[in-house]
DNA sequence: TATGAATGAGTATTCATTCAT
DNA sequence: AATGAATGAATACTCATTCAT
């Protein structure tokens, strides 16, 4: 009781992100149409008009849980990408541990079925959504890839649907986790899933030994 | 038998595949929650009432769009696998093409984005779907890649991750198309898709040299 | 019991006219806004849902009250007009007579007041009822009162402001009554009120002696 | 108190007044209901609980809304009738002439239509005004109109009655402006109305020349 | 069989009011 | 006195389901 800030300013200082991680968990569980904004604020232990004094309505708390959680791991992997200097496939592999520690093994791994799921009906929030996370995740890929195929470390493809398929296992192994997880054994192991699909794509990217050299 | 059975006859009989067939398209294109029976009864033209005639629920109604869609592709993916001598790769090509011609080209590929989006919300439908969907493509896919090790035309890979790396892309291409298409520049093209998927799989997975000969 | 139309079907013709009384009473009891939907319902003795088989929504059903109920004694009134030789001021009197009949001793009589109080909140429902009652009633005023001029009948005045002049006491009785009827001694007696208003009117709008010979 | 008291504390008395004039705006121009007391409390400069320091509930508001805004007027046309000699029908002019410019030009212009949308909500304010305001009102016209008859100045007519018909133009004027001034056309020019209704008086309630003799 | 009229549970959002600071 | 964070009651509208015809 020294010198603390007063009780509700603590509270209000903190309301934020304790809403944003109790949305964050009803999305990812029940769905965005699904979920109840008055179950948001009680699993946030405030009620449902407090809710209203920080997001002005569901979409918005839905944006501001994207823009918490995914795009400052895009803003990091930007980062990385633009220091990188050396092996193309080395930089994906960073990246992708980037992001396998800040979204693959967090709350926010949920995010991207969620987002395949709820897309159609949502279409400001999947346009949201593919500006601000998928576009510049492409990005990413795609000028590693480029930089890559330059250079010889990769053979040359088409590498905007390469990008695609690059991506898709990543994406996969999160969407698989929060849809048929129900079935016992479809128990994948992330890590050992990920490298195979590194190995694969180290393999399958490398240029001839004829363009390397050069 | 001479000529058709007489009409009303051959529309009640009729019915069921004709709802189904609505109910399809509709849950693909807004999903379950955001589909209204109403509008399945009327694309199908008949009167909301009559779908309660033949199916008990809304529930019922899109187990039974699942169960229909899916199975006989599998059960003839099994027979030419089967039936299959040669390089194993191949084998996967042409799984991959029989596939893509009667799912992927159809009405039915909206079917994975529905079972991702909604098999939470239907755990025994999911674990339907799982047994005689997935395991059974999944167990397609992993003996061409098990006999492709032993015979030296694959690396030594772990196979059961494997095999969900190698299906990951094909899903994922159907979903996307079925989510995330309201943007406009994520317009991939298929066959593209799929041939640099392969070709990446074809250089990924492929046993060195020195194993081959063996 | 002998060729009745079915129960289901009689009910279902007289609901629209259940519905638009119901709706009337109360809109006209609490104002637009503080009229629950639901009690309008009950009201008529169905359930909630049952009304927007047959209104859209709460606009909707208010429209179709002004449709039925007033409109018609517009209608009415133009034919009146249209057919009327001889005085105006006569003509006056009969549109006024008539309107008092079907209007003003009516469940219609609270309109006036209603929109009044709501127009502001709900400017598509003011628009429509300006266009399709106010307008059209001014109109019918002016016309006379335009014919009366030209024949030397009344003074010549301006004639929009007059209409407004002359039509503004008719409103202010229904007005009154809906309003502030909550106070004893403000019983007006309608019929020597109106009486009034067209004595001061036949007097003050009367022509010099010289004009009307002409 | 040489100079202005000290800042703070006029503020401090000026606030009630401030928040009247606040409140009067805003529950003109939307209403009571549609008024949001944080609207009117930011447009008094004070934070939304600062007005329950004043008033006790937003009901408590509107009553001292309408307690303040007219009665003065009422007084001083009282003085003026009181202290008038000669003729009646100039006595009205110079009454109208003052609520013109007292009332009818300032913002308690929307007083009346404010009192009749919500006299039906508020019975116990209707009785207030109708006591202190309407009924002074009616008595100053009353006594103008019973003398001018008792002179012969006007024609013998019901008094009570021909009150209200003379009175319902003039508040049908701000009702009208405060409602269904959404629609275009509805511009009435208020002089020019308020000059008509006159003369239409003047030779309305004429009395007959042998009568005026006598 | 087929219809479609009727039902009523379920939810995002607003805003008057309270009260800890 | 003044603030503004927190509360929770209140309501239009949708749509799966039922059932009289």
């Not at 693959?104 to 959504?129: C, H, S, W």
Request: aromatic residues 8%.
């Amino acid at each position: 009781m020294s010198s603390a800030p007063p009780l509700r300013k603590r509270r209000k200082e903190a309301r934020p992100s304790e809403l944003l991680a109790a949305a964050l968990e009803l999305f990812v569980e029940k769905g965005f149409a699904a979920t109840r904004l008055e179950d948001v604020a009680s699993r946030a232990g405030v009620a449902k008009g407090t809710l209203y004094l920080y997001y002005e309505n569901k979409e918005a708390l839905f944006k501001a849980v994207i823009q918490e959680g995914v795009i400052p791991v895009i803003v990091e992997n930007e980062a990385i990408a633009a220091q990188h200097r050396g092996s193309n496939f080395d930089l994906m592999q960073i990246l992708l541990a980037n992001w396998w520690t800040k979204i693959g093994q967090t709350a926010y791994a949920g995010i991207p079925k969620l987002m395949v799921a709820e897309a159609r009906n949502f279409p400001d929030l999947a346009r949201f959504y593919y500006q601000n996370v998928i576009n510049r995740g492409r990005a990413l890929v795609g000028s590693a890839l480029l930089r890559g195929m330059e250079s010889g470390e990769f053979r040359k493809m088409d590498v905007e649907t390469t990008i695609d398929v690059v991506i898709a296992p990543i994406l996969m192994l999160l969407i698989w986790r929060y849809s048929m997880n129900c079935c016992e054994n479809s128990e994948v192991h992330p890590e050992t899933y990920l490298q195979i699909h590194m190995d694969l794509l180290r393999h399958g990217l490398r240029g001839t030994e004829k363009e390397t050299r050069v």
